[in-house]
């Protein structure tokens, strides 16, 4: 769906209105929600939805995931977790999830970053070279 440059505008505005310290209120975001369907101003539908596709974008940037073959030991869980946190920021949350197609290693998706140390994907990287 195309959205104009106004309605684009006004979302960011509504954005950074619902931030507090760079960080999302979710009261704020309801309130704005609110005050744009009492008014309905022209473009509403999609101000709403660059709104939306904002917070939806935040939210994914302050979530990591990390897999591993196995449990990760609980030291190596807190080092892996102190270090996102310094990349990304102290209201990071990390999850933890088993994936044994990765052979071994790691693999991290942090937002729309993916650093991926698995066994599996430098075997595919392997097999793309031949």
């Known amino acids: 769906m195309k959205i104009s440059k106004q309605a684009q ?5 509504l954005f950074r ?12 975001i309801r309130q704005a929600v ?3 369907l009492a008014q309905k101003p022209h473009g509403y539908i999609e101000i709403l939805s660059r709104l ?6 935040d939210l ?17 869980k807190a080092k892996v977790t102190a270090q996102l946190k ?3 920021g102290a209201e990071t949350n990390v999850s933890f999830v088993q994936n044994p197609a990765l052979i071994g290693g790691l693999r991290i998706q942090a937002g729309s970053d993916l650093y991926d140390g ?13």
Request: with cysteine; proline share 5%; aromatic share 4%.
């Open 9 to 13: 505008r006004r979302a960011r505005e």
């Open 17 to 28: 209105r619902c931030l507090v310290r760079g960080l999302l209120d979710e009261d704020r």
């Open 34 to 36: 609110k005050l744009v």
């Open 52 to 57: 939306q596709r904002l917070v939806k974008l």
């Open 60 to 76: 994914e940037r302050r979530t990591a995931r990390v897999e591993s073959t196995a449990p990760l030991p609980p030291a190596l």
């Open 86 to 88: 310094k990349i990304y």
């Open 118 to 130: 698995s066994v599996r994907a430098r075997l595919n990287a392997l097999a793309q070279q031949f």
